[in-house]
């Protein structure tokens, strides 16, 4: 693959900007129904609740976490980028990664940790039916419009959505069937990343599993395109190697489509 030049990424930001504007329409009617005011009691909104790192321009939008419009405009985002970036739909990104947790596990308990929007879970609970689930990220506005999202596909009555930082979530040890999470490490700075992965490790359950996808850690990935303040040292973190350090087992990074990867693992039963 070419390398891509400056003016190729600026070409790519534009037309990037413009089929998100271009969808914004039908997604401010889609959650118009979303009293904020309402949907927020019970969180912090404070900007001195987040974490360091949220304030800082990742995609290029200063605080972009933490305010209601970014986090609306994130699946718009994402049905736009995913497919220019990786060549695959976001639909198929989610459902494949479901699939990577066999049919027949006994999955009764999920957490999701820095959740955005909750495609994942999504996904998740469309393959495991009995599943609950715990939906969870820093961002309370992402919250809302996962609940709206859960709701929407009839699954409200098995989630509880709970504004929790993934490095101390705060939950027992051993408290989860699975614990997943996806687009998260490539936006948190190296510090944080390794403490992330022990916390995940410590509240799965023994002889559960841990899930997880990202993109590429390569020049061509989705973030050699948008700002990335931590690309650097997301690029330099061997992640079969720090899944591994965290104490997962029987770990299988797997790419898919272009710039894509998973990785699925299990914490050994006692
Ligand atoms: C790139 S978005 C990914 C959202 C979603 N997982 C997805 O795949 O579409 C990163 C999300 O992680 C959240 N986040 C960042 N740092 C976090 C932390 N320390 N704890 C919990 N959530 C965090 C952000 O608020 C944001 O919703």
């Known amino acids: 693959m070419p390398r891509k030049t400056a003016q190729d990424k600026q070409a790519y930001r534009t037309e990037v900007i413009r089929r998100i504007n271009a ?27 987040y974490p360091d790192y949220i304030h800082a321009p990742i995609h290029g939008v200063t605080d972009g976490y933490t305010n209601p419009q970014s986090c609306l405009a994130w699946d718009a985002a994402m049905d736009v980028i995913i497919p220019l970036s990786h060549n695959v739909s976001c639909l198929s990104l989610r459902e494949k990664m479901a699939e990577l947790i066999p049919q027949d596990t006994q999955i009764d308990t999920v ?29 309370p506005y992402m919250l809302a419009i996962a609940q709206h999202k859960f709701n929407k596909a009839g699954f409200g009555e098995r989630a509880k959505f709970e504004q929790v930082d993934a490095r ?103």
Do not use: C
């Not at 914004?24 to 001195?48: C, F």
């Not at 700075?189 to 997880?212: C, D, S």
């Open 111 to 139: 957490l999701e940790l820095g959740a955005g929007t909750a495609e994942g879970a999504l996904a998740l609970a469309r393959r495991f039916p009995q599943a609950t689930f715990r939906i969870t990220d820093v961002s």
């Open 168 to 270: 101390h979530t705060g939950y027992p040890d051993n408290s989860f069937d699975l614990v997943t999470s996806s687009l998260l490490f490539h936006e948190t700075p190296k510090e944080w990343t390794p403490k992330i992965l022990k916390e995940m490790y410590r509240i799965t359950k023994p002889g559960g599993w841990v899930l997880y996808a990202d993109t590429f850690r390569g020049e061509y990935a989705l973030s050699a395109y948008i700002e990335e303040p931590w690309l650097d040292d997301f690029i330099h973190f061997n992640f079969e190697y720090e899944f591994a350090k965290a104490g997962f087992t029987e770990l299988s990074y797997i790419p898919y489509a272009a710039g894509l990867w998973y990785m699925v693992g299990r914490k050994l039963e006692t």
């Open 23 to 49: 969808a914004m329409p039908s997604v401010m009617q889609e959650y118009a129904s979303i009293n904020w005011a309402e949907e927020l009691k019970g969180y912090r909104t404070d900007h001195e609740y």
